[in-house]
């Protein structure tokens, strides 16, 4: 067992911290995903005395000048564990503002090491169940880490139905098939006799497939059915808590920090942003584009979904802009 209760990302939002209008630099900060042959992932914990102390994370540093990542996360895991790396894929790479102290937490999986693992400077270690990862209290940069490591990389939102029920479940279906895991049902035009009964058969085919579901903005519908819940941007504001209990997933659309800070304040466990390009359902919207996004993304520590005409081929340069994935209705529907 973890030494402290789990972080909750609601409270550490009480900190927006730099504000996102002045800038400070960026620190650089490159981190490994080490795992054991029992699928364990390496945690260090932060000795006494400096900034984030007791806090546990993925073992790594700050890049020396003129050091690449690869460079600075060999040097790190030889000086801290002992250990000889073959760096991986890169997993996300998480800009975050600390109240006196803005970071990019970059962070590549671990290929393979050689040694004995060993806490060289002091730190306290622990091998850890991918499940387990979130019960470690953590910065607030490694929770998107976290997601990235646990949870789903793209969430589907659906269209409409349009006249034919039974063809929407069956590409519904085609969707999961693809390995949809985490999905919203939406369809605010329809009326909501039809939309209940065929929400009730949507979540039995996700159950089946093993994905989660939210529905769209019916708090009541959600909770009668117990499925999760995605909120509107426009009902945050009238929110004081997360409407359900703590087991049933919550999600968020946000556009500004307003609404991230609202939604990471009532225990949202994720939030969608965007639109990152220009899209058909927003045309006179300007887009967000990755730099935007990233801005917002550093003022929360919440998993953030970027959404706006992205397919699964963005997936790996919203994850470089500190996002879980992408959220799509037409990127994910399979017709
Ligand atoms: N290695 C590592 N650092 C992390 C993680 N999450 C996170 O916020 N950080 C922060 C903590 C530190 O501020 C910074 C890494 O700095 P460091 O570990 O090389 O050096 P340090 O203790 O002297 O850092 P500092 O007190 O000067 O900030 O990144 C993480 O998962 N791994």
Redesign the pocket.
């Known amino acids: 067992m973890p030494p402290f209760a789990p972080v909750n990302p609601a409270t550490s939002s009480q900190e927006p911290a730099i504000a996102v209008s002045q800038p400070a630099p960026m620190?650089e900060?490159?981190?490994g995903v080490i795992r054991d042959l029992r699928g364990r992932i390496l945690l260090?914990r932060?000795t006494e005395g400096?900034?984030?102390a007791g806090?546990w994370?993925?073992?790594?540093?700050?890049h020396e000048v003129d050091e690449s990542a690869e460079a600075a996360l060999t040097r790190?895991l030889r000086e801290e564990l002992g250990i000889e790396i073959e760096i991986g894929a890169p997993l996300i790479r998480v800009p975050?503002a600390?109240p006196h102290?803005r970071?990019c937490?970059d962070?590549h999986v671990v290929q393979a090491w050689r040694g004995t693992v060993r806490g060289l400077e002091g730190q306290a270690l622990a091998w850890v169940p991918p499940h387990k990862l979130a019960d470690y209290p953590?910065?607030?940069?490694?929770i998107p880490?976290v997601a990235a490591l646990t949870q789903p990389d793209r969430y589907l939102v659906t269209p409409e139905p349009g006249d034919d029920d039974n063809l929407w479940l069956a590409v519904l279906e085609r969707a999961l098939a693809n390995g949809i895991r985490r999905v919203q049902l939406r369809a605010p035009a329809c009326e909501p006799q039809r939309w209940r009964l065929l929400v009730t058969q949507a979540i039995a085919r996700c159950r089946e497939a093993g994905a989660q579901v939210l529905v769209n903005a019916d708090i009541e519908l959600a909770q009668s059915l117990g499925v999760g819940l995605h909120l509107r941007a426009s009902q945050l504001a009238g929110l004081t808590k997360r409407s359900l209990p703590d087991g049933e997933m919550v999600g968020a659309s946000c556009h500004t920090l307003e609404e991230l800070l609202a939604a990471q304040a009532i225990g949202c466990d994720f939030a969608v942003v965007g639109a990152i390009r220009p899209t058909a359902s927003h045309p006179g919207t300007a887009p967000l584009g990755w730099e935007g996004f990233a801005g917002l993304r550093e003022a929360v520590s919440l998993p953030i979904y970027a959404i706006g005409g992205l397919v699964p081929d963005d997936i790996g340069e919203a994850r470089h802009h500190g996002a879980q994935g992408i959220a799509a209705i037409r990127g994910l529907w399979p017709d």
């Open positions: 620190i900060v490159v981190a260090a932060r400096r900034d984030l806090l994370e993925f073992p790594g540093g700050k790190e975050q600390y102290k970071l937490l962070v953590m910065p607030p940069a490694d880490v």
